[in-house]
């Protein structure tokens, strides 16, 4: 494992202020992606203590409290681009993201790397974070896409089979370029930590199996739980449009 310093996370910074220098230019104004920055920067350092305590915890309650957050923080999330009331979805996302990843997180840690004790939390953690963040966005992605094919008058058949295509595509690409486009994170921290290509592998093909069916099945639900608020925007934008 390489010790990264503080001079060495600078040097990670030139191609940063390069880019915003771009953005200042092309985009009249660097505020946004400051902020970002400052906030990534932020975020990071605290979760780096957090989970340092987390790591160390040997009570089962923390980290299901934790789990718990993440899972209700990407479910809230997941809804920011949808042109509805957060409140009136939450509990469908919730339950969606829940049901596809609930289910990847209990096979993986169980079944596959046979977690011990089973709240191990240097398992746990990462992985649901993985999880849930991944149906986040298929949710995420599946809903922005619905709502706009109803407001463009396809009927709910339609807009939904079009929605579930849309949020898939991101996973369905990365699984056509991992190992010839990218490697991707896990497994290369896992070589640069210095275990063996062909152990990092496997490791890496249970990640992508993970990424493609929580996926695939928290959005499926989504879909399949918003029907009657989708069919009651639909309404109401047709009696609008009468009135």
């Excluded at 009570?59 to 899972?71: G, R, T």
């Excluded at 209700?72 to 409140?87: F, R």
């Excluded at 275990?195 to 490791?203: C, M």
């Excluded at 029907?227 to 047709?238: I, W």
């Amino acid at each position: 494992m390489y010790n990264i310093t503080l001079l060495d996370i600078s040097i990670a910074f030139i191609p940063v202020a390069i880019t915003l220098v771009i953005v200042f230019y092309w985009s009249n104004g660097t505020k946004n992606a400051i902020i970002a920055i400052l906030r990534m920067l932020i975020q990071l350092l605290l979760i780096g203590y957090a989970l340092d305590f987390i790591f160390n915890s040997s009570n089962h309650w923390v980290i299901l409290a934790v789990l718990s957050f993440m899972l209700t923080a990407a479910s809230w999330i997941a809804l920011v681009p949808l042109p509805v009331k957060k409140s009136e979805l939450l509990g469908f996302s919730l339950a969606a993201i829940a049901g596809g990843g609930i289910l990847n997180l209990v096979l993986i840690t169980q079944g596959v790397l046979h977690a011990d004790p089973w709240y191990q939390p240097a398992v746990l953690i990462p992985l649901g974070g993985m999880i849930f963040a991944n149906a986040m966005n298929s949710v995420s992605l599946a809903g922005e896409r619905l709502y706009s094919e109803l407001d463009n008058r396809s009927d709910y058949a339609r807009a939904r089979s079009l929605a579930f295509q849309a949020a898939m595509i991101p996973t369905i690409n990365s699984l056509l370029a991992v190992g010839l486009v990218s490697l991707p994170g896990m497994m290369t921290g896992q070589i640069l930590a210095g275990t063996s290509p062909l152990i990092a592998v496997r490791y890496q093909i249970v990640v992508m199996c993970m990424v493609f069916s929580s996926a695939g099945i928290s959005t499926a639900l989504f879909l399949w739980l918003i029907r009657g608020a989708c069919l009651r925007h639909m309404a109401r934008a047709e009696a609008g449009q009468c009135g």
